[in-house]
């Protein structure tokens, strides 16, 4: 037994020559079109590039653009505290009602297959038209969601939810719930159709009640899974732009401008290429950060499955 | 007791599915609606339906190489990332090798990246390289996301074939390069096939990328649409319809891959 297993283990190994061909050239490219420019992103923030001043040509500055995030740009600190309120509420509410909804999906079993597809639609949409839908529905004068605010007294007959620097925030978080709970959901249902059915049968068995099963078993078992979304919704809210550039462009004023925005609008409205590095690479350290979060997350419940 | 939860259940439900619908058949609506439809101040949804706007912003204002351009970009980052892609995934699967792992963790890491903090660099560098405005710096962006797709999604397909295949093949007299091309790509097809809608979905509907690099005549479909909506006097008609051409086929799309989807969009760590 014992060598023939031996000889299978290493017929797995692939011959010597086919496992660099076959993965170098993944390599290369990611090293061309992610590697490089990340370490030059690095390289530009200590110089002084602009395409907008003649007499800044990318001189070496040393940290003068990280002292000046750090010193003097108040705007740069307002969009960090911005996106992490729009990250905290919008996955908030998502993890929430997604959850909610998946577990009546499940309940509902085959038919619950069928009501996915359609309740998939706004995550499959491009995020530009998510925008355009929901200007459309928001804009002051003839949005449709804005009529029916105003008819059920939620809303004044004046106000317009993309014109005031709270409300557009508020519009713009709902705009990524309704985007995103569809994906909350997906992979929640997964989840929740995968679970061994074992405690579940010894639950009813000892006469547990549905509330008692949800919060007992249900939730525990779904741990892992809820950690997985929760970091995979943070990163990608974290990253948030093209939604919100449409639909409010980061305005009223600055209300909206999410780190993002913030870092577009300094690299390619002011051309401020040095210091936009700057910021360019700080967005990148937060996800950097989430994403080791996410890689322990995972390999500890690989090391837990059988 | 039970009876009642099951009728909370599907009223919740139906509540649910008008709640995701709604905003799309609003703009699918408005799309089809004539001017002053359009600008009511109290929402129409009853209407003499007029195909206008399609033919007003896809002849008239030549939004239909938009089209082609969005085809162009999605089919050849698709191709770039399969090509280059599955050989990868195949060696993850089947290799063993130190550091295996964190050169997969480093494909997540690509997939990750955010678009804005990688397009800038990639802007001031293709602009150097004189290539800037082309179609094809486009098609190089998306693979930053779809290559690694690619690899993690082929990675869980090729692990779910067993090993024994390889071995048959090779007992065949095919060599390790012969058993992938002819025994293995076969039994992944299905799963090749629904990466290959993934890559294209998620490309067709990226705008970050396609907004900084691609030039005027070389722009996507989801740069062209913002590009109709104008401080004052749009026409909400015509945004729609583009609207609609560009998401029509997605949703489409969907339906097709729908069992993939959870795998694709979570990189491997939920089956579904």
């Given at each position: 037994m014992a060598p023939s297993r031996s000889r299978r283990a290493s017929a797995l190994i692939l011959d010597r020559g086919i496992g660099p061909l076959f993965v170098t050239p993944a390599l290369v490219l990611l090293v061309l079109v992610v590697v490089g420019p990340f370490f030059y992103t690095i390289a530009l923030s200590f110089t002084d590039l602009s395409y907008a001043l003649p007499d800044r040509d990318g001189s070496f500055v040393g940290f003068d653009n990280y002292r000046r995030l750090v010193r003097s740009d108040p705007v740069f600190w307002d969009s960090f505290t911005t996106t992490l309120w729009f990250v905290v509420a919008s996955v908030a509410i998502e993890m929430v009602l997604g959850l909610a909804a998946a577990l009546i999906l499940a309940g509902l079993l085959a038919r619950g297959r069928f009501v996915l597809t359609l309740v998939l639609v706004p995550m499959m949409l491009a995020p530009v038209t998510v925008g355009l839908i929901g200007k459309l529905m928001l804009q002051g004068e003839f949005g449709m969601l804005t009529y029916y605010l105003r008819e059920l007294g939620l809303m004044g007959q004046q106000t317009a939810m993309l014109g005031d620097p709270k409300l557009a925030l508020a519009a713009v978080v709902l705009l990524d719930i309704w985007q995103w709970t569809p994906f909350v959901t997906l992979v929640m249902l997964?989840?929740?159709?995968?679970?061994?059915?074992?405690?579940?049968?010894?639950?009813?068995?000892?006469?547990?009640?549905?509330?008692?099963?949800?919060?007992?078993?249900?939730?525990?078992?779904?741990?892992?899974?809820?950690?997985?979304?929760?970091?995979?919704?943070?990163?990608?809210?974290?990253?948030?732009?093209?939604?919100?550039?449409?639909?409010?462009?980061?305005?009223?004023?600055?209300?909206?401008?999410?780190?993002?925005?913030?870092?577009?609008?300094?690299?390619?409205?002011?051309?401020?290429?040095?210091?936009?590095?700057?910021?360019?690479?700080?967005?990148?350290?937060?996800?950097?950060?989430?994403?080791?979060?996410?890689?322990?997350?995972?390999?500890?419940?690989?090391?837990?499955?059988? | 007791v039970t009876r009642a939860w099951r009728g909370a259940a599907i009223a919740a439900v139906i509540a649910i599915v008008i709640i995701a619908l709604t905003p799309y058949v609003w703009m699918l609506l408005t799309s089809f609606k004539g001017r002053l439809d359009a600008l009511a101040d109290r929402p129409v949804w009853m209407f003499d339906p007029t195909l206008e706007h399609y033919g007003d912003v896809l002849i008239d204002k030549k939004y239909l190489p938009l089209v082609w351009n969005s085809l162009f970009v999605a089919v050849g980052t698709t191709i770039l990332s399969l090509a280059i892609g599955v050989p990868a995934a195949y060696v993850f699967a089947r290799a063993r090798f130190a550091g295996k792992e964190d050169l997969f963790f480093f494909f997540?890491?690509?997939?990750?990246?955010?678009?804005?903090?990688?397009?800038?660099?990639?802007?001031l560098l293709f602009n150097k390289l004189g290539l800037l405005e082309t179609r094809i710096v486009v098609v190089l962006a998306h693979s930053t996301f779809n290559l690694s797709l690619v690899v993690w999604m082929m990675r869980g397909f090729f692990a779910e074939i067993p090993p024994q295949m390889d071995e048959a093949a090779q007992l065949d007299g095919h060599t390790r390069a012969g058993a992938f091309v002819r025994v293995l790509l076969p039994l992944a097809a299905p799963g090749i096939a629904a990466t290959a809608v993934l890559c294209f979905i998620l490309s067709w509907n990226e705008f970050l990328y396609a907004f900084i690099l691609a030039s005027f005549e070389s722009r996507t479909l989801t740069v062209g649409i913002p590009g109709l909506v104008t401080p004052h006097g749009t026409l909400w008609g015509q945004v729609a319809a583009v609207a609609v051409v560009a998401t029509l086929p997605i949703l489409l799309f969907t339906a097709v891959v729908q069992r993939h989807l959870v795998r694709g969009l979570t990189f491997g760590a939920v089956k579904g």
């Open positions: 997964a989840g929740i159709l995968s679970l061994p059915r074992g405690p579940f049968e010894a639950a009813i068995m000892d006469g547990a009640g549905r509330l008692r099963i949800l919060w007992d078993i249900t939730l525990p078992l779904l741990r892992p899974i809820i950690a997985l979304v929760l970091l995979l919704r943070s990163i990608d809210a974290f990253k948030e732009f093209d939604k919100v550039f449409i639909l409010t462009g980061g305005g009223p004023g600055t209300a909206t401008e999410l780190l993002s925005i913030y870092t577009y609008r300094v690299n390619f409205r002011d051309w401020d290429l040095g210091y936009g590095a700057v910021c360019a690479f700080m967005v990148y350290l937060v996800v950097l950060v989430l994403c080791s979060v996410f890689y322990k997350a995972m390999s500890r419940r690989d090391r837990s499955e059988p | 997540l890491t690509t997939r990750m990246a955010p678009a804005i903090s990688v397009v800038v660099p990639m802007y």
